[in-house]
DNA sequence: CGGTGAAGCGGATAGAACATCCGTTTCGTG
DNA sequence: CACGAAACGGATGTTCTATCCGCTTCACCG
């Protein structure tokens, strides 16, 4: 599982092609590997080469922000009180999640193409997980939401406050922010 | 907007295309207009006649469920107590939604190609929120909550519950209950 | 009834999107 | 600099989508 360093050309086009598969996601316009591979000045090919699949890309393209997220829960285990690190670190997920396009779907599919983004997601349901564990054991949230429930959750509240008729991004992120908020009631408010 | 009366061979063609469309969305299998041509024994250009995009037959195949819900929602009107009124109602809503593969991409879908279903979700959107208004005159609803989030929200829950990795379909709608649970007392515990 | 025109039918096929294959080019090493 | 491996690119086969138009069926009327 060592992966030998790319070439120089290689490297460069990935770059590029990832570069552009972030903008695609920005702008909303579906991935089309060709339609990439035109945008990025490469071969169709060399776009199949590297993502055989436009999940493939899309997950690369959701990468850092995963990590982002990852260390944010990581950040938020060190802090003092249990249901605060938890609502606070939700909150921060909700807005990166409808923020950036690219993370939703791919925390929402089931499995992944890649190895690396397993890992990550991996990573990131453990800490949500310790995450709640610990607001469990402080005896403020609901004992009957269990880990395998959380990132679910989450994916909800986005989806709902993306399906939301909503006239800007502003509007979306504020109604994600409610939906977060009554979850969270319903998560400590059973807890009592 | 009168409709003629369609010819009788129409309307057995039509009739056959819906029933094909039913088994798909059963089987999981995606609408594929050609697909569903072959299925019932029909060339392309009827099913193209009939419903000009996959959507279209969906909302069609969904009608009917959407009916149900409606009258459903119409009967808890005229329940008693607001709060159990609108519970009740909302879990056999996540039932059904999660039951009817083809309800709840009806439902999140913003506009509809059918002024049929636009009529509908119209009406159910406007019990929906008298079900609501209900709830929050006996102060038993979070005020924060209007008319326009709830539809969103019964999509969150439906959405998280289809996300979670789950062996059977009935581990699908447990979850989808414990998650309408969740939100539910989020809404109520709100208004205290 | 039988004739007639409108409504409906079907499938060949044009067009768009997707993915692969392979001859050519570029890179990095000895 | 020469050579083999790695990567490239785009032409092209494949699949999926949707339209067009010549033919058939239906329903109505004399």
New interface residues.
């Given amino acids: 599982m060592t992966t030998v360093p790319l070439r120089k050309d290689a490297a460069r086009n990935r770059h590029r092609i990832v570069e552009v598969g972030r903008r695609f996601v920005d702008e909303g316009t579906p991935i089309q590997l060709n339609e990439v591979a035109r945008a990025a000045s490469v071969g169709v090919a060399t776009v199949y080469r590297h993502f055989p699949t436009p999940e493939a890309l899309l997950e690369t393209v959701a990468a850092p922000g995963l990590e982002a997220l990852a260390s944010h829960a990581e950040q938020a285990l060190s802090g003092d009180d249990a249901w605060t690190a938890l609502r606070d670190f939700l909150f921060a997920a909700t807005d990166a999640l409808i923020t950036d396009a690219s993370m939703s779907p791919v925390?929402?599919a089931?499995a992944s193409t890649l190895a690396h983004t397993t890992e990550l997601k991996q990573r990131l349901v453990t800490l949500f997980g310790q995450l709640l564990d610990r607001a469990h054991a402080a005896g403020a949230a609901?004992p009957?939401?269990t880990q395998?429930?959380l990132?679910?959750?989450m994916?909800?509240?986005?989806?709902?406050?993306t399906?939301?008729?909503a006239a800007t991004d502003a509007d979306r992120a504020a109604?994600a922010r409610?939906?977060l908020?009554?979850?969270?009631?319903?998560?400590?408010?059973?807890a009592r």
Avoid: I, K, M, S
């Fill in positions: 925390f929402a089931a609901d009957g939401v395998a429930d990132v679910p959750l994916c909800g509240v986005v989806h709902a406050a399906v939301r008729p109604a409610r939906y908020t009554v979850v969270l009631e319903g998560l400590r408010g059973h």
